[in-house]
C-alpha cells in the first residue's frame, strides 16, 4: 500500500506546510533605503530560500533526488494554476483589459530589452554565448527556439541554458526585488510595471506582481488582470518576436562589436557544468509524471489529488495570513485547480501544439466575463485566494526542485548572474517604458 502511493511524496508535502507556515508568520519586511525609496521583502522569497536549504541539508535524508523529480515534475500542474488564477482576475476586469489595448500590445517590444545583454557579455568573455542570452529572457520556449536553429551543442544553445538555469533559482527573488525599487525611484505608473510584469515566465512574472499588489492593494484585481494578459502575449508573440525580430538583431550587433568589446581568447567552456543539467538525476521521470500529456483516469486522479493536497496547505496559508473563511478558500482553490486540470486536458486532446496555459487562461477568463451565469459564483470564491499565498506555496516546491541546480549555479559563478540580472532588467524596464509612453499618450495617466 505504502509503495502504491508513493508517488504522493508525504513527508515533501508536509515540509512544505512548515515552509509555509513559517514564512507567512514572518510576512511582508519593509527595507528603508531613502524616504522614498522602499524594498518590499515578500514572504515567498523566505519560502523559495528554506525550500533550498531543507534540499542541501545533510540531516534531512528524506528529501533528496526523488523529491527534486517530484517537484519539478509537480510545477508544471503548479504553474497552470498561478495561471489560472490571474486568468479570473483577468476576465474579471476584461473591459479595463480592452481600454488598455495599445499599451499592452506595443509594450511587448520592450521584449527586445535583452540586446543590451550583448555587450555586457562580451566585456566579460563570452562569445557566441552573447547571442542566446540576449534573444529574450530564455525560458524554456527560447531553449526550444535556439536549440532548432543553432543546435543543441551549440555555443547560442549553452548561453540560453546559462539564463535558464540562474534565472530559476534567481530571477524570482531579483524582479521581486527590481520591482520595488521601480517603484519607489521611477515616475512609471503601476499599469505600466503591471503590463511590464508579464515577462513571459509564470514564476518571474508573479514575483513581481506580488510587490506591485504589496504596494497598490486597492487596485490589485486590475493588476492581476494587466499581468496576466500581458503575460499570454509574451508567451505568444514573444516566440515570433524572437525567430524573426530578436535573433537576427542578435546577429547584426555580435557581427559589429565582437571585433570592438570581444576577448581574442576563446570564451569559457561552461560545457561540463551545463552537461550536469541533463544528467544530474537518475529518478525514474514516468513515476513522477503529472503533466497530463497522456490522459488517462489514473493520470487525472493523481492531478487532482496532487493540487487538492496544494489547495489544503494554500488555503491554511492564507487562513493564517489573513484570517478568511478557510471554506471559502479553499472551495476557490478547488474552482482553480479544475480551470487548471480541463485546461491541460484540452491541450492534450486537441491536435495542435498550443500551449496549456492559453487554454486555462482562456477557460478562467470566460467563466468570469460579467454577464456569464458562472461569473459571479467564481469570482466570490476565487476572491478569497491570495495570490501571495499561492506564490509562496509554489516556491517552497521550487526551492526543492532548483536544490540540484545548485552545483551548476556555482560553477557557472558570478558572470552567469551579472548578465542574467541584465537580461531580466532589460525586458522589464524596456516594457515599463514603452507602456508608459503609450499610457500618457493615450491619456490613461
Known amino acids: 500500500m ?4 508513493s508517488w504522493i511524496q508525504y513527508k515533501l508535502h508536509i ?3 512548515i515552509i509555509v507556515v513559517i514564512s507567512t ?7 528603508k533605503l531613502t524616504n522614498n525609496m522602499v524594498i518590499l521583502i515578500i514572504p515567498f522569497i523566505y519560502s523559495l530560500i528554506l525550500g533550498l536549504l531543507v534540499y542541501l541539508a545533510k540531516p534531512i535524508k528524506f528529501i533528496g533526488k526523488e523529491q527534486v523529480k517530484f517537484s519539478e515534475n509537480f510545477m508544471v500542474l503548479l504553474l497552470g494554476v498561478l495561471i489560472a488564477k490571474l486568468a479570473v482576475s483577468c476576465g474579471q476586469s476584461i473591459f479595463t483589459v480592452f481600454n488598455f489595448g495599445p499599451a499592452l500590445i506595443l509594450q511587448q517590444i520592450g521584449d527586445l530589452g535583452t540586446l543590451i545583454v550583448i555587450p555586457l557579455a562580451l566585456i566579460l568573455g563570452f562569445k557566441r554565448e552573447s547571442i542566446g542570452m540576449g534573444t529574450s529572457i530564455c525560458r524554456e520556449p527560447s531553449l526550444s527556439i535556439i536549440g532548432d536553429i543553432f543546435g543543441v551543442k551549440s555555443d547560442e544553445f549553452n548561453g540560453v541554458l546559462i539564463i535558464l538555469i540562474i534565472g530559476s533559482i534567481l530571477g524570482a527573488i531579483f524582479i521581486n526585488i527590481l520591482t520595488s525599487v521601480c517603484i519607489s525611484f521611477l515616475p512609471i505608473h503601476p499599469y505600466a510595471y503591471a503590463m511590464a510584469s508579464g515577462v513571459g515566465s509564470v514564476s ?4 513581481s506582481l506580488t510587490s506591485l499588489t504589496g504596494m497598490f492593494p486597492s487596485m490589485a484585481t486590475d493588476l492581476e488582470a494587466l499581468t496576466a494578459c500581458s503575460n499570454i502575449l509574451s508567451t505568444v508573440f514573444g516566440i515570433y518576436l524572437t525567430i524573426f525580430v530578436s535573433i537576427p538583431l542578435a546577429e547584426v550587433v555580435y557581427k559589429y562589436l565582437n571585433p570592438i568589446l ?6 569559457a567552456d561552461y560545457s561540463h557544468a551545463l552537461e550536469d543539467n541533463d544528467n544530474r538525476s537518475d529518478v525514474e521521470n514516468n513515476k513522477f509524471d503529472f503533466s497530463l500529456v497522456d490522459v488517462n483516469f489514473t493520470n487525472i486522479k493523481k492531478s487532482f489529488i496532487l493540487l487538492m493536497i496544494f489547495s489544503l496547505i494554500t488555503s491554511f496559508g492564507t487562513w493564517l495570513g489573513l484570517n478568511d473563511s478557510f471554506i471559502n478558500i479553499f472551495v ?16 492534450a486532446i486537441i491536435p495542435y501544439k498550443v500551449p496549456s496555459i492559453v487554454y486555462i487562461s482562456l477557460i478562467g477568463i470566460l467563466l468570469v466575463i460579467p454577464g456569464v451565469p458562472t461569473a459571479d459564483l467564481i469570482s466570490y470564491y476565487v476572491s478569497s485566494v491570495d495570490l501571495t499565498v499561492i506564490c509562496i506555496v509554489f516556491m517552497a516546491y521550487v ?6 541546480d545548485w552545483q551548476i549555479f556555482k560553477k ?7 548578465i542574467t540580472f541584465f537580461v531580466i532588467a532589460g525586458t522589464f524596464l524596456g516594457s515599463a517604458f514603452i507602456a508608459q509612453l503609450v499610457l500618457t499618450l493615450t491619456n490613461f495617466v
Request: charged letters at 20%; proline letters at 0%.
Open 2 to 5: 505504502r509503495e502504491k502511493y
Open 15 to 17: 515540509i512544505v506546510l
Open 25 to 31: 508568520l514572518i510576512g511582508v519586511k519593509e527595507i
Open 204 to 207: 518571474m512574472s508573479t514575483a
Open 262 to 267: 570581444g576577448k581574442k581568447e576563446k570564451s
Open 332 to 347: 476557490g482553490m478547488i474552482i482553480i485547480s479544475v480551470i487548471t486540470i480541463v485546461g491541460m486536458i484540452i491541450s
Open 399 to 404: 526551492g526543492v526542485a532548483i536544490g540540484e
Open 412 to 418: 557557472i559563478g558570478l558572470k552567469g548572474i551579472v
